[in-house]
C-alpha cells in the first residue's frame, strides 16, 4: 500500500478515529488505526470494541492495500512535520510502515488489518435524519443527568425513544431526570436504545468538529447505534436492560410555579455553591435552601466549620412559605441549559419533586428530588 496526502487533511482524520484508539486495552492491535484505501479515498477506523468512528480523507492512492498504525506514535509524528510538506505513507508485506515528508523519514511497525476487527456497516434501513445542532442541544440537555454508579447500569446512558415521528431523549440518575424531544423527524421506524455516556461524549466531539453539513443521520438496531456525519460514521454498542418508566417520574400536578430569571438565579446558587464543594462535606451540609416566600425567594447555605451565604430574588409568588433544599450542582446544571431568559420553577412542597423547563419551549423538562435535611 502507497497513499500521499497533505497533513491538515490527514491530521482531521486522526483527530477524528485516535481518539477512539487505546494503549490501554489488552488487545495491541486496538491501540493502532487501520488506515486503507478505498476506491478514490484513503479511510481511517479505530474501534475499542464497543465504539468505531470511521471517516474518509483526500488523498493520493498510488498502491491499493491497508495496515494498521499506532495511533499515538503516528499522530504525535505526522503534528511534527510542516503543513506544506505532502506526507508520503507506505507499507510493505512484512507489515513495516515508512513514513516520509520532505527530508524526514520514520520507520514503524504496524500489523496486519487482517487482524483488525470488522467494523459494522452504518444500517441501510432502520435509519433517520435530524438537525445536526437540534441532535447536540438534545444530547447536551440530558447526559449530565446520566448516573456514575457503575452498579445501576442501565442508567448510564441516554435513552432513546424513536416513535410517531418524534425523538426523545432522558437521562437520570434517581435523584433528578432531563427530559428533551423534538417532534416531525420525519421517519416511520420505531426503536428504543440506551447509548452509553462514552458514546453520547464522542458524538458530542464529533458534532463540534469543523463538519459541513447541517442534517445528520441516526440508525438503529438491536444492540447498536450508528451516527453518519458527512464522511465520518460512530458506530456504538448499546446498553443491554430496561430503562424505568420515566413517565412516573414527572409529576403529572404540581400546586406552586415560580418564574426565575435564569441568569440571576445561576449567578446566585454558583455563589451560595462555594460553601459546599467541599470534599468533607456531607451530602446534607452541601444542601442550598430556596425558601419561597412573598414576593421572596431567599437562595442560602450554611456548612459547619466553613461559613453561610444567602442572597435574595425579586418573584411573583404568593402562596404559603416554603423552604426546600436541592444539592446547588442539580439545579446549576439544569440553569447552563436553559437557553431562554426565564425558566419556570414548580413544587408541591419540601418532599416532593420540583421541576424547572424553559418558559416558552414545552419540549424540555427537569425533575429534581429536594434533599432531606
Known sequence: MKVICGKEELMKGLQTVSPVASSKNTLPVLSNFLLETDRDKIKLSSTDLEIAVQCYIKG???EEGGITIPAKRFTDIVKEFSTEEEIDIKADETNQINIKAGKSRFNLMGISKTEYPVIPEFPKENNFTVKREKFASMLKKTIFAVSKDSQRYVLNGVYFIVEDNKLKMVATDGRRLA????????????????????????ILRLLSADVKSEDIKIGITDNQI?????DITLLSTLIEGTFPNYEQVIPKKTESKVKLNVKDTLTVVKQMALLTNDKLLSDRSAAVKFNFSHNLLKISTSAAGLGSGESEIEIEYKGEQVEINFNPNFIKEVLQNINEDFTIFEFTNSLNPATMSPETDKNYLCVIMPMRV
Do not use: R
Not at 179 to 202: R, S
Not at 226 to 230: K, P
Open 60 to 62: 493520493e492512492i498510488i
Open 179 to 202: 427530559y428533551v424531544k423534538i417532534d416531525n423527524i420525519q421517519t416511520t421506524i420505531k426503536g428504543k436504545a440506551i447509548v452509553p455516556t462514552k458514546a453520547i461524549i464522542d
Open 226 to 230: 450508528a451516527v453518519e456525519i458527512d
